[in-house]
């Protein structure tokens, strides 16, 4: 186990010291940069959900109740989002943090959306990780198929966003590397959907499903 980050700091790698009014000006001056951060992030989110899609072939996987198609991954619902779990064990340590922070299911499902993991390891690892984790998010193995090839993940990590359209899969979105550490929150995901949040103030193509903010939010055993 690796020791934590020495807690000592030396009085010149402090913040500096300022008077009230020097602060108020100095946060005021960062929150207009949050916000112009924020509306960026608007923007791209509207960006990815004008992403064209790209159809996905058949693949069988194992999970929980056997044998899985990637159709079955979606648990009936319209958006999968999947994480490509590195193969172990020993297990990737930024895998199990990543899987750590993800928020709880409930919300994701309440927008039509299904978050599952699936990795190269054999399933049954993978089930002991789970228990010993108390992950709520899916596992299925995808060993000795081409999925993770074919996700541009077969030695690594990475995010993909699929969407069904009756007995069809497309896929829609996917990112890797650190392209993968501001993930995890209900809104983080549904950001890097085609359907979004699903709510009227985004800029989302006509015809797509939308709600006014915050009626949809439950506490997640209310749904």
């Known amino acids: 186990m690796s020791a934590p980050p020495s807690t000592e700091l030396a009085p010149e790698a402090l913040p500096p010291v300022v008077t009230p009014q020097e602060w108020a000006v100095a946060a005021a001056e960062l929150r207009a940069a949050e916000k112009e951060h924020m509306r960026a992030g608007d923007a791209l989110a509207a960006r990815r959900r004008r992403m064209p899609m790209v159809e996905f072939g058949g693949y069988t996987f194992e999970g929980a109740d056997g044998p899985a198609t990637l159709l079955d991954l979606f648990e009936g619902r ?8 590195m193969a172990g064990p020993p297990w990737c340590q930024g895998c199990c943090l990543f899987t750590d922070q993800i928020s709880h299911l409930a919300h994701l499902h309440a927008r039509d959306t299904t978050m599952a993991n699936v990795s190269l390891s054999r399933y049954e690892d ?6 010993r984790m ?20 077969a030695e690594g990590f ?4 699929f969407l069904r359209h009756d007995d069809r899969v497309f896929r829609t979105y996917f990112t890797t590397d ?17 359907l979004g949040r699903q709510e009227t103030w985004e800029d989302t193509p006509a015809g797509r499903p939308q709600t006014a903010p915050y009626q949809w939010w439950r506490l997640h055993d209310e749904y």
């Open 78 to 85: 319209r958006q999968l989002v999947v994480y490509q779990f």
């Open 126 to 131: 993978l089930a002991a990780l789970r228990e």
């Open 134 to 153: 108390g992950w709520q998010v899916p596992f299925y193995s995808s060993l000795g198929n081409d999925f993770a090839t074919d996700c541009g993940t």
């Open 158 to 161: 990475g995010l993909s966003v």
């Open 178 to 194: 650190r392209g993968g550490e501001a993930i995890g929150t209900v809104w983080s995901i549904l950001d890097r959907t085609p």
